[in-house]
């Protein structure tokens, strides 16, 4: 069997990514590591502070720049994080004013928004619809 362990969301500042990740979406600090002139950073759902960790890495590696620019240009998000009420936390971040760049949608079977996490990326918001009858 094969899970995830670590994914990755590149980042311009790590000190700015902790205090979005944690103090604007939720997530709990799991690791904080010196590593030369950055950090190991990962945060973790609460609901799940076992499961799969997401690193804050930094994006000062020369292709970063070019590829995310060229990902946000066309609207695709870096990650994808699963919410049980979309309309909920959607109310909750636009009111501690984080800045949504698609508002809440349907399609198909999910309902979905993007949201911009200040630090380089687009984050999708996913509410899966029916999720109890699944």
Request: glycine content about 6%.
């Amino acid at each position: 069997m094969m899970k995830i362990h670590v994914t990755s969301v590149f980042v311009d500042d790590q000190a700015r990514a902790l205090d979005f990740y944690v103090g604007k979406l939720g997530f709990q600090l799991k690791n904080d590591i010196p590593v030369g002139e950055n950090r190991w950073l990962t945060v973790v759902s609460p609901e799940q502070p076992t499961g799969t960790e997401l690193l804050l890495e930094p994006s000062d590696h020369p292709a970063v720049k070019p590829y995310r620019a060229a990902i946000v240009a066309d609207g695709i998000p870096a990650a994808s994080f699963q919410v049980d009420n979309l309309a909920d936390t959607y109310d909750h971040l636009t009111k501690g004013g984080v800045r949504f760049t698609q508002d809440p949608v349907d399609a198909g079977d999910v309902r979905m928004a993007v949201l911009d996490d200040t630090c380089g990326n687009l984050i999708q918001l996913v509410e899966i619809k029916d999720a109890q009858t699944r």
